[in-house]
């Protein structure tokens, strides 16, 4: 009894620290933050007040001026997501399926190092490429495709840019697992049953991938969401997303409960708009599973498992 | 396998453009660091003036000072903190594996920006409401909201590498009769060394770039140096920010580079390490 009891006393001592840790600098503020919601701003001096409890602040950042901006930051993320996953799924594809084995590890390298490089930095180095100064301003205002070369930075375009630009590697390090993990015999075995290459990629690649499409996806979609570097740097007055906002009401406007309850909205909206994504992308795989088993059901073998293995070995 | 279809051909060619892409901005930072001018932006003839410039501005020294200092004693207290809960999950599971894996889940996928907001008034509360004079000190702060995310990074790579190894190692030496702290000191930990050395060089190149949180933490006199790039983007952007900048990401691909070599020679997946973290 005493032997078992101190074997199992270490492995709860070895997790506290971090816990508490965790709880008093994460789990703590954050719950006072949820508090602050309910408040007021008390006057031109004070930050916050919950004298007087209220769901006014929620009615605050949802009244028009504030919630453009939401709708704004919902739109430019679920753009950029998409973006992200179009730009990302050939390139993974291709890294995890039709480059020779050992170049790949390269190449996922190659992936990550903008990713651990300043996230800051390499923003700051889409404005020395998109200011007006560059040579892409000059170069797309000579062929007409802007008007003046200020239109280029400062602009919604310019952050939608800059997201893509910063969450591409958290799309494309998923896929690339998800499409290695692929067993190439089951692409094999629908070309042997007569599927050509686009039917065999829809129908049995890109579903068998379906966790890292999802993976990617969250990954990607929830720090946009947030984001509030690329905003800042590339966006200016027009650019604005709710980070900015949040960040004002703390910084500027000193007004904590207004601030609070802006979070706990961005953050109540990127997890509705998770759970959706999620379940659309399961529904569209099972819609697609349902047909291809129609399909299969309509060729004579009943298991297409085992004639692929046979057609490996041979 | 290969046949050189047209597919392949404009998937290849694709696969190239991302490259391009992801790695355009990085290039044009390090070009544009040995830029004459005045401005960042505006290209005014090749000069090393932007290098010698940090050794005479004080304060790009003293916020890349900060950044540095931050940056070692934040790797160290996530590496120590995130080792022992690693281990603990790997070796000890148990009710509490659930919740607390659901703990590190929303450390790592909440927004940095929520974090910021969130110790901001808490540290606020700390240091002025219950007089908890350190949480006023800006080392302090940023210290503290660096470790977070760290933490739970350091976490999930020692748990990987625990899970990978066979615990029939401590279970022998619990046979010898060691004690259980003993084990852990002598058996467990040298086990967990490289994963340790791992966690803690990405926790520290985490703590160097990391720029929201200590934003908004920020306390003047102790401003990081991604904060003081962060506000030269209002004021105007210097050549030497892009000078830093190129010699800190040197520094951080040759952090990166020892920790894949660690990694490699401790047997673990350094890919699937990174995309953990």
Known sequence: ?314 | MSRPSGTNLALGVWTTLVFVFLFAPIIVIAVYSFNGGRLLTAWDGFSLHPFTAIVERPTVRHTVAVSLQTAVVAAILASALGTLAGMAMARFPGRWTGPFTLLLLLVSVTPEIVDGIALLPWFVTLGQDWSLVPFNNGYVRLIIGHSLFATAVVTYIVRARLVGLDASLEEASADLYARPIPTFFKVTLPLVGPAVLAGGLLAFTLSLDNTVISSFINVSGTTSWPVYVLSSVRSGLKPEIAAVSTILLVFTLLVLGLVARVLKRSGSSVTDTMAVA
């Open chain 1, 1 to 314: 009894m005493r032997d078992r009891a101190a074997r199992r006393l270490p492995g709860f001592v070895l997790a506290v620290p971090a816990w508490l840790w965790l709880t008093v600098f994460f789990v703590v503020p954050f719950l006072q933050v949820a508090w602050f919601s309910f408040g007021e701003k008390p006057g031109m001096f004070g930050t916050h007040s919950n004298a007087v409890m209220s769901l006014d602040r929620y009615a605050e950042a949802f009244s028009p001026t504030f919630f453009t901006i939401f709708r704004a930051t919902l739109w430019m993320s679920v753009l950029g997501t998409v973006a992200c996953l179009l730009v990302a799924l050939p390139a993974a594809y291709f890294m995890a399926l039709k480059v020779p084995a050992h170049r790949r590890g390269l190449l996922v390298a190659l992936v990550m190092v903008p990713y651990w490089t300043s996230f800051l930095i390499r923003t700051i180095g889409w404005k020395v490429i998109l200011s007006s100064e560059g040579a892409l301003a000059g170069f797309m205002t000579d062929v007409g495709l802007v008007g003046d070369p200020h239109d280029l930075l400062n602009t919604r375009g310019a952050v939608l840019l800059g997201l893509i630009y910063n969450y591409l590697p958290l799309m494309i390090l998923p896929l690339y697992v998800a499409f290695d993990r692929v067993d190439n015999a089951l692409g094999e075995a629908s070309k042997d049953l007569g599927a050509g290459r686009v039917r065999t990629f829809f129908q049995v690649t890109l579903p068998l991938a379906r966790p890292g499409i999802i993976a990617g996806v969250v990954l990607v979609f929830i720090p946009m969401m947030g984001d509030y570097v690329t905003p800042a740097v590339l966006g200016g007055a027009k650019g604005t997303m709710v980070g900015s906002l949040i960040a004002s009401q703390f910084l500027t406007a000193q007004n904590w409960a207004l601030g609070s309850a802006m979070a706990v909205v961005l953050i109540l909206l990127t997890m509705v708009v998770v759970v959706l994504a999620i379940a659309l992308l399961w529904g569209v795989g099972w819609l697609v599973h349902r047909r291809t088993e129609l399909v299969v059901g309509t060729v004579p073998p009943p298991d297409p498992r085992l004639p692929t293995k046979e057609v490996v070995t041979a």
